[in-house]
C-alpha cells in the first residue's frame, strides 16, 4: 500500500505540474498561431469525421483556436460554438487551481453534483446531433 505524502510536499509538487502544463499548452498553441490548420497538413485530421463525413463535437476546435489566437472572436464562434462557450468554464477551474495553489484557499465548487457531468454530456451529445443536420448551419463547421 502506498503512502499519500503529506500535504506540505503535494502542496510543493503541484506548482512544478502546472508550470509544465502551462508550457505544453504553451508549445502547442504555438505552431497553431504561425500555421493556419486549414492551409497546413500537417495538424490531425478528425477519425470520425474521416470515417462518417459527419461532424464531431470537437470539429473546428483547431480553426476556431488559430482564430482566437489572432483574436477573431466572431470568426472562432462561427467555427465551433461549443468550444467557445466553455472556454470560460475552463479558465474558471485554471484560475481556481492557481489561486488554490498560490493561497492554500479553494475558490467556490459550482458544479459539484455528477448531475452536472450528465448535462454536460448531453449538452456535448446534441450539439453532436444538431451541426449535422442538414437544415442548419449556424451550429459550426
Not at 504553451?26 to 497546413?40: D, G, K, S, T
Not at 461549443?82 to 475558490?107: E, K
Amino acid at each position: 500500500m502506498t503512502e499519500i505524502p503529506p500535504i506540505e510536499e503535494r502542496r510543493r509538487i503541484r506548482p512544478w505540474i502546472v508550470l509544465g502544463s502551462g508550457m505544453l499548452v504553451a508549445i502547442c498553441l504555438i505552431p497553431l498561431y504561425w500555421f493556419n490548420p486549414v492551409e497546413h497538413a500537417f495538424f490531425p485530421k478528425c477519425v470520425f469525421h474521416a470515417m462518417t463525413g459527419l461532424d464531431c463535437p470537437g470539429c473546428g476546435g483547431l480553426r476556431a483556436t488559430h482564430q482566437l489566437l489572432h483574436g477573431h472572436f466572431l470568426n472562432a464562434f462561427k467555427l465551433n460554438p461549443l468550444l467557445i462557450c466553455l472556454l470560460p468554464l475552463g479558465a474558471y477551474f485554471g484560475l481556481r487551481q492557481i489561486v488554490f495553489m498560490r493561497t492554500g484557499r479553494w475558490w467556490p465548487q459550482p458544479f459539484k453534483s455528477p448531475k452536472w457531468i450528465v448535462f454536460l454530456a448531453v449538452v456535448v451529445t446534441a450539439f453532436g446531433i444538431l451541426r449535422n443536420l442538414p437544415w442548419q448551419r449556424w451550429f459550426g463547421s
